[in-house]
Every structure is written in structure tokens, then in C-alpha cells.
Antibody, heavy 118, light 106 residues
Framework: EVQLVESGGGLVQPGGSLRLSCAAS????????MNWVRQAPGKGLEWVSY????????YYADSVKGRFTISRDNAKNSLYLQMNSLRAEDTAVYYC???????????WGQGTTVTVSS | SYVLTQPPSVSVAPGKTARITCGGN??????VHWYQQKPGQAPVLVVY???DRPSGIPERFSGSNSGNTATLTISRVEAGDEADYYC?????????FGGGTKLTVL
């Protein structure tokens, strides 16, 4: 079964850090580009970051640039999001999603919740 | 930055046809994807590359894209289609989502 499972969310104080993980199974992880997408409570989907299949190309949304770092370990079938200098507005459910430009995001994880609050 | 505009809400009676639009500058030149999201669940891809359907998505879901508007069409709407729908494109090294449309089945 093709599956993505996120972990690492939780409650963190403003200015703190968290590292999210996304474990892939059921497909050849190294063949696919990946994205992180988040959804604040009651709001729409917001793209966070993209990484190519090899990890050589990376993009970020302006709202997280300089604070978040995406990475992957193809040997471990895992995607990561290191989040530093967290703000209240980063509070959201964070999803990882498998991606190809002309095929969209056709596999999503169940999401992990990040709450930034004092 | 590129902006995608969706109506906040669309209402339709069961058995009728729902059309959800996604406006963007020359969006017809881009590949548009559509996602369905039900409360408490992750999004699900329902149309990719303007008008193709992933396996398992009913033929009732279709898409079109021309000029400055892309459209998701849901025929013979069912109660189970009630959800939020998002359009998405790739533009200048970023993923762009529309603001989402809440589909209400009357």
C-alpha cells in the first residue's frame, strides 16, 4: 500500500524549533518529488516547501524562507522539515505529499499538528 | 506572485451539476490540479493536468481549462461530494493553491 506517515508535531513556544518527519512506503521514494503543505485552523491549504527527487532542487514559500529547511534521505525513504524560529502563525496541520508537476499531489499523509503557543 | 481565485462557496441540489471555477492570469497555459478535502481528512486529488482523473475517482468529476479560467465540473452530484475543493498550479518555482470552495449539497 502506498503510504505517507508524518510525525514530529506538537506544542512549542514561540521562537522554538521542531523537526517533522514523513515516512514513505509502498513506492520507490527516490523517484518522486515531495512537498510540505500546511493548513491553519479553519483556513485553506498553503504550500510550504518543495524538494526534487534527488534533493538537489529546493524551494520555499516566502512565509517560511530562512526559518524552515526541507531535506530527504532516500536511503531511509524519509522526508523532513526542520522548523526554527517558530511563530504563532505557523500553527497548522502539516502534510507531506508526493508530487509530479503534471500529475499533481497524488498521495498525502494524514498530517501532523504543530501548535505554536506560550 | 501568481494568484488563483475561487468562489468561497457553491451550492447545488443532488443530481444536478456543480461547477467550481479557478481564475488566474493566463491559467490556460498551465497544468491545473484539483483536490477534494472533507472535514478532518487529508486532501485527495480528483483531477490532474486540467482534465485527467486518478484511478478510483468517478467519471462524474471532470475538468477544463482555457484562457483565464479553469473549471471543475461534478455531474450528478451526491451528498458525499460535499467538501472543500482546491485548485493548484505550479508557477515560477512555487506551488500555488486557490483559496478553496466549499461545495454544499442542498
Amino acid at each position: 500500500e502506498v503510504q505517507l506517515v508524518e510525525s514530529g508535531g506538537g506544542l512549542v513556544q514561540p521562537g522554538g524549533s521542531l523537526r517533522l518527519s514523513c515516512a514513505a512506503s509502498g513506492f520507490t521514494f527516490s523517484d518522486f518529488e515531495m512537498n510540505w503543505v500546511r493548513q491553519a485552523p479553519g483556513k485553506g491549504l498553503e504550500w510550504v516547501s518543495y524538494i526534487s527527487s534527488s534533493g538537489s532542487t529546493i524551494y520555499y514559500a516566502d512565509s517560511v524562507k530562512g526559518r524552515f529547511t526541507i531535506s530527504r534521505d532516500n536511503a531511509k525513504n524519509s522526508l523532513y522539515l526542520q522548523m526554527n524560529s517558530l511563530r504563532a502563525e505557523d500553527t497548522a496541520v502539516y502534510y507531506c505529499a508526493r508530487f509530479r508537476a503534471f500529475y499533481g499531489m497524488n498521495v498525502w499523509g494524514q498530517g501532523t499538528t504543530v501548535t505554536v503557543s506560550s | 506572485s501568481y494568484v488563483l481565485t475561487q468562489p468561497p462557496s457553491v451550492s447545488v441540489a443532488p443530481g444536478k451539476t456543480a461547477r467550481i471555477t479557478c481564475g488566474g492570469n493566463n491559467i490556460g497555459s498551465k497544468s491545473v490540479h484539483w483536490y477534494q478535502q472533507k472535514p478532518g481528512q487529508a486532501p485527495v486529488l480528483v483531477v490532474y493536468d486540467d482534465n485527467d482523473r486518478p484511478s478510483g475517482i468517478p467519471e462524474r468529476f471532470s475538468g477544463s481549462n482555457s484562457g483565464n479560467t479553469a473549471t471543475l465540473t461534478i455531474s450528478r452530484v451526491e451528498a458525499g461530494d460535499e467538501a472543500d475543493y482546491y485548485c493548484q498550479v505550479w508557477d515560477s518555482s512555487s506551488v500555488v493553491f486557490g483559496g478553496g470552495t466549499k461545495l454544499t449539497v442542498l
